[in-house]
């Protein structure tokens, strides 16, 4: 089955430091990927959809200069957390949907857990 | 607003009960999934639903889309322990891919 890999899956730093976490599809390719943030205990909520070779879309109220996001590729993209502050300790995940089926569900990554001191 | 709305967004029963999630929306999707997640993953599709009227059924869990297409539930029966987890709902209204999720279920099932 399509298997989407996030890297890393928990980092602490120190607040004022950025953070990059990537998002994979391994075995397919794709031309769009989501990134989603979650609270605990909360559903996901989009920050923006992320598209290859062209600047990503953000969803109202999320500041793209915070969250810079990157799809270089067909099978990557990455999101990076600009001089990440402790508000912006959350679970981070992406998704991504077959280039090749847009009728085929998004699969997720595993996560990424960022705690931020 | 919230576009989806899922309830209930709390849930704690006895294994072997049964039990419904219901989505509901004013608005029409193309399809909808539901999804489960545990502490620290990422969720992990359990159905997509895309014909009005529509049932599925994965073991002791079904899912019914509505006639109109603006709502869903899923019913487990007999829960188990096992069950225990996040339950998602995602609405697709043809908007590029993106999904919209609803609040969540966190399901408690105890021995």
């Known amino acids: 089955g399509a298997v989407v890999s996030q890297h890393p899956s928990w980092v602490i730093c120190k607040s004022g430091t950025s953070v990059k976490i990537e998002c994979r599809s391994l075995?397919?390719?794709?031309?769009?990927m989501f990134w989603y943030r979650q609270f605990p205990k909360q559903s996901l909520m989009l920050m923006a959809t992320?598209?290859?070779?062209?600047?990503?879309?953000?969803e109202q109220g999320v500041e793209k200069d915070k969250f810079l996001i990157n799809h270089a590729s067909l099978t990557l993209s990455t999101l990076t957390v600009t001089s990440a502050h402790p508000e912006d300790s959350s679970f981070y995940i992406c998704?991504?949907?077959?280039?090749?089926?847009?009728?085929?569900?998004?699969?997720f990554g595993d996560g990424t857990r960022l705690s931020i001191l | 607003t919230q576009l989806l709305e899922q309830s209930p967004q709390f849930l704690s029963i006895q294994e072997g009960e049964n039990l419904t999630v219901y989505c509901n929306s004013s608005?029409?999707?193309?399809?909808l999934q539901w999804y489960r997640q545990e502490p620290g993953e990422g969720p992990v599709l359990l159905v997509t639903v895309v014909t009005g009227g529509e049932v599925k059924k994965l073991k002791r869990l079904t899912f019914q889309f509505g006639d109109a297409r603006k709502d869903s539930s899923l019913h487990i029966t007999a829960a188990q322990t096992g069950d225990t987890g996040l339950y998602l709902c995602?609405?697709?209204?043809?908007?590029?891919?993106?999904?919209?999720f609803g609040q969540g279920t966190e399901l408690s099932v105890k021995p």
């Open positions: 075995d397919f390719q794709a031309t769009t």
């Open positions: 995602a609405g697709d209204r043809n908007q590029g891919g993106k999904l919209i």
């Open positions: 608005s029409v999707f193309s399809s």
């Open positions: 998704s991504a949907r077959p280039r090749t089926n847009s009728n085929q569900p998004q699969h």
């Open positions: 992320s598209n290859e070779g062209s600047k990503a879309t953000y």
